[in-house]
């Protein structure tokens, strides 16, 4: 058999270049900057914002019923009348009148006692506690939508840095495949299936560039700020895990700390104030009056010419009863009972809906985690089986199709590990938001896993890794920049045309000749 042509193996340059794709500007900003930046832009946060402070100024309104009401009154009136003398002397003559009536007063109201005004004002404090929890919650999903769409460009680049660095190699494969027809070493098979591989790379690499475009445009729009660059993981890449270990105590959590949850049960604290409004149907109310007023009429009134000035300073109670509204309290009530029902009914509801989400997320973390550790043992796996299937091209027991598919496997488990290790760090995150305990500070912690000073330049120098194929250097070598390989043009195979004769159907055999049985 003859000696094939030893292949080329993947050169120092491929790591350089797949180690300058993946780092990125000094400039690069950090999860915490571009929350912050969310913060300030984006629309949904900012109307859950306002709509909290609407919230707060509506409950503070409340407060009014068991405060006093104070006003001030002033007005000057001009009478003009015409007063007739019907009987006694000077029966039947008109004598016209005009005067001027001045007033300014004050006057104050105090409830002394209004069930209802009462019931009011806590029902106030309860809507304030619930648009806190609300905006608890826009603050949680502003977090994870910030760290979702932040993973989605790291998760990007990375597959387009896979796929370019998988068509150099395939570039590779296929030019030795060439190399190798030429010289008659190898059938044009090799050669057409590096090639289709190549193609299949190269559009890859095009959805690749596309999909990172589309995951930067949704960044800045969330972030506001165009061309934001994050920064990437920091290597070696070290996962937090999500303590405590137990998924009752994240559960147990959730029943104190979700805003859903708060919501939900000031909401049924609110139907029960409601109740008490209903109540004090049936019950008086009590207030006190204080006010002193002035009226003046400096031409005198209608029964005097002499001008006069009226000082009059009053203070009193004033007591009311309800003793009939036609049936309307007694049906309030009921209706505000139902509604209770309905607000303990919510609130169950929404207690199942949070555990149940909540270990829905504990039990994804735990998945994830163990994929990581998974797929890492498949990387190795994949990187020795491509060296493998290398070594027998070589020496002639493998074909090309098998080192194509085993770059294929490499570099997919490569990109499968990347997506899964963003998938936990999301994953700390949302079971977080499952249990409503998220905070920024836990943001903190998925931060300390990014490059520190914006790029992965400034980590600290580790030893050179073996990468997609190629064997440790027992000593460090001066890189040197090298360009792929240029792929010759492969002349198509001659095909002969397909002109296969017309079928010519078969002639029907003879029918069988049946003998009769023998007579017994």
């Not at 405060?67 to 039947?92: F, H, K, Q, S, Y």
């Amino acid at each position: 058999m003859p000696s094939r042509p030893r292949l080329l193996p993947l050169s120092a340059a491929l790591a350089s270049l797949f180690a300058t794709l993946l780092a990125l500007p000094a400039q690069g900003q950090t999860l915490n900057e571009l929350y912050e930046s969310a913060r300030g832009f984006d629309a949904t946060y900012q109307g859950a914002r306002a709509q909290y402070e609407a919230n707060v100024a509506r409950a503070a309104q409340a407060k009014a019923g068991i405060l006093p009401a104070v006003g001030l009154t002033a007005g000057a009136t001009r009478n003009n009348l015409d007063i007739d003398t019907l009987t006694g002397p000077g029966r039947g003559t008109s004598t016209p009148r005009d005067f001027t009536t001045q007033n300014v007063g004050i006057n104050a109201t105090q409830p002394i006692y209004r069930p209802a005004n009462w019931a009011t004002y806590e029902q106030g404090k309860r809507q304030a506690e619930i648009a806190e929890a609300v905006l608890t919650a826009a603050e949680q999903d502003l977090i994870v939508r910030v760290s979702q769409a932040y993973f989605d460009v790291l998760a990007s680049q990375d597959s387009l840095t896979l796929v370019r660095a998988q068509k150099v190699a395939v570039a590779e494969q296929l030019a030795s495949a060439k190399r190798n027809f030429e010289v008659g070493t190898s059938t044009i098979t090799d050669t057409r299936e590096a090639q289709a591989r190549y193609d299949l790379v190269i559009a890859q690499e095009i959805a690749a560039e596309n999909d990172l475009q589309v995951k930067k445009i949704v960044l800045d729009q969330l972030v506001g700020r165009p061309g934001s660059v994050p920064v990437p993981l920091a290597q070696p890449v070290v996962l937090p895990t999500a303590m405590p270990a137990n998924i009752e105590a994240w559960v147990a959590q959730a029943e104190e700390a979700h805003p859903s949850i708060r919501q939900a049960r000031l909401g049924l604290d609110v139907a029960g104030l409601e109740i008490r409004k209903a109540e004090a149907g049936h019950k008086p109310t009590l207030d006190a009056n204080l006010g002193y007023n002035i009226t003046r009429n400096p031409h005198g009134t209608s029964t005097s010419t002499v001008g006069t000035r009226i000082d009059a300073a009053s203070v009193g109670v004033v007591f009311n009863m309800p003793l009939f509204a036609g049936f309307a309290t007694e049906n309030r009530i009921k209706e505000t009972l139902a509604l209770e029902d309905q607000s303990r009914s919510v609130l169950e509801g929404t207690r199942r809906s949070v555990a149940q989400a909540t270990r829905a997320a504990y039990l994804g973390l735990v998945s994830g985690a163990g994929q990581v550790k998974a797929l890492e043992a498949a990387e190795a796996s994949s990187q020795s089986a491509l060296d493998a299937n290398r070594l027998g091209y070589q020496v002639g027991v493998r074909i090309n199709i098998d080192v194509l598919n085993s770059q294929s496997q490499l570099y997919q488990t490569k990109r499968d590990l990347a997506q899964a290790r963003y998938n936990v760090l999301l994953g700390n995150l949302r079971l977080r938001q499952a249990n409503g305990t998220l905070t920024v500070d836990d943001m903190n912690a998925i931060n300390a896993t990014l490059a520190k000073n914006g790029g992965p330049s400034s980590q600290p120098s580790q030893p050179a890794q073996p990468s997609l194929g190629e064997r440790p250097q027992t000593a460090p070598s001066t890189v040197v920049p090298v360009t792929p390989p240029s792929i010759p043009v492969v002349p198509p195979v001659p095909v002969p045309p397909f002109n296969p004769p017309a079928p010519t159907m078969p002639s029907a055999p003879p029918p069988p000749v049946i003998l009769n049985p023998p007579a017994r």
